[in-house]
């Protein structure tokens, strides 16, 4: 039963020779196999897994082995692997083999973490509840009636593996929520750290100036450790920040005692679930009883973050997708006698993309084009300025931590949402998409259970660089909400 | 504003992406819809606000011009779908 265990008491164990590497990572193994209903992990890779699980107890058993030594993860599918398919949920990387690693698994493997397999995720990380993925969607654990339900999205497959014990921990990237939402749908934990904390070499890039990896794991803590060993200056990503890593497990001491905690009023939205908004009044009260100073604060363009993301965004992936045309890696189309090179890009991205990510590449395209580039673009970009300084407003004014929801609504069910207007499932990000554009960090904490008994989440927001503090806010949190709920095991 | 068929027809070939005749209304009318969206942003004053360019004030890191890599054909055509003598190969793009 070693695969249910948290990071940190895997890690104590590994140590102390209670358990092996080897062993911790069969039990992973066989829970992936048994879990394949699930549709989380999409490209496995035992082999792996096993050598570097045995290479793993060799150093444990030599001593001063780091905190990932041993512990089995599952990765995104969008993070490069060398020789392990990395399609990032797409058709148009069917049979991708990078020839290189991501700073981010180089990190993690160097450490002694052991690589489980690719994890499922909405195609190029575009989507709110995995659906988009050319894998078909990976499924939540959490079910109380007859529907399959959303594990959220884009980092569905990542979220739905953490929470059904079928490894560790695992990587998440988020652009707009997709570590953050998919972690409260699936009752965990996910960090998105502060923009060029972690780098982003060797992740396939949806929109540059938003992506940041963090991890998906079952404990603050867990997440503290894992953030330690993915987070760090990095040469080849030029937005990576040339700054010392805290030691974010030291962080955790739980005295959040005279803190200043902000209580942003737009967020408060029309039509906010009941049961979200008691539970964000719940969590400050937690918060005040911890010594922390409740203040109501005002960011007063969070609702134009959303029309702000979705220019930016997809400006930046026509960009980024431009690259994906046939002639360098993943799909070629069958051409017709007579078909040029304009006819093999047009047929190659029209049979490789799904539909979601065509529109993003078509909206992307015009919002640049001739004519609507300033109207739209660079618009956008004043917005963005105005709401991050929102935040730099707030956290001048003494803020240390904002609390909010991290999701409109609990997991909903597969295919309820989005399917006649795209516009209807972006409405998922309209509390995790203002840190993105602002460049700050964010944590999902699970806080409890709604009354159909799916998991529900809240979200603190840091200060720039704050992930130790942010942690410990989360720390506070978990423990004074105490979630212990598992899903019910039907898989 | 909205986008009409032509329009759709013509972002569609701008991101050289084939849709078919019979797609583009659909498509159109969803475009239309993410744009509806986006127009919120005109009722936000901007006055005297720049684009924001970096999202993290720092400059872009500089480095020595020296050669850091190379000698790696094998590896940059492994994934190639169409890989000859050592070249990607593509259609004919010179007539």
Known sequence: ?????????????????????????????????????????????????????????????????????????????????????????????????????????????????????????????????????????AVNPWKVDARQLTPGGSSGGSAAAVSADLCLGATGTDTGGSIRQPAAFCGITGIKPTYGRVSRYGIIAYA????????????????????????????????????????????????????KIGIPREYRMDGMSPEIAALWDKGADMLRAAGAEIVDISLPHTKYALPTYYIIAPAEASSNLARYDGVRYGHRAALSAGDGITEMYEKTRAEGFGPETQRRIMVGTYVLSAGFYDAYYNRARRVRALIKRDFELAFAAGIDCILAPATPTPAFGLGEQGTSDPVEMYLNDVFTITLNLAGLPGIAVPMGLDSKGLPLGLQLIGRAWGEADLLNHAYVLENSAGFVAKAQKWW | MSIDINTARKVAKLARIRVEEGDLPPLAEKLSGILGLMEQLNEVDVTGIDPMTSVTPQRLMRRADLVTDGDQQAAVLANAPDAREGFFAVPKVVE
Request: proline share 5%; hydrophobic share 40%; charged share 20%.
């Open chain 1, 1 to 137: 039963m070693s695969a249910t265990w948290t990071i940190s008491a895997a890690r104590d164990a590994l140590r102390k020779g209670e358990v092996s590497a080897s062993d911790l990572t069969m039990a992973c193994l066989t829970a992936i196999d048994a879990g394949d209903t699930l549709n989380a992990f999409v490209h496995k890779t035992p082999e792996l897994a096993l050598a570097q699980a045995r290479a793993a107890d060799a150093r444990l058993k030599a001593g001063d082995a780091p905190s990932l030594c041993g512990i089995p993860l599952g990765i995104k599918d969008l993070f490069c692997i060398k020789d392990v398919p990395t399609q990032a949920g797409s058709n148009i990387l069917r049979g991708f083999k990078p020839q290189y690693d991501s700073t981010v698994t180089t990190k993690l493997f160097g450490d002694g973490a052991v690589c489980l397999g690719k994890l499922n995720m909405d195609e190029f990380a575009m989507g709110s509840s995995n659906e988009s993925s050319c894998y078909g969607p």
């Open chain 1, 208 to 259: 540059s100036s938003l992506d940041q990896a963090g991890p998906m794991t079952k404990s603050v803590r867990d997440a503290a450790i894992m953030l330690g060993a993915m987070a760090g200056h990095d040469p080849k990503d030029s937005t990576s920040a040339n700054i010392p890593v805290p030691d974010f497990e030291a962080a955790l001491t739980g005295d959040i005692r005279g803190k």
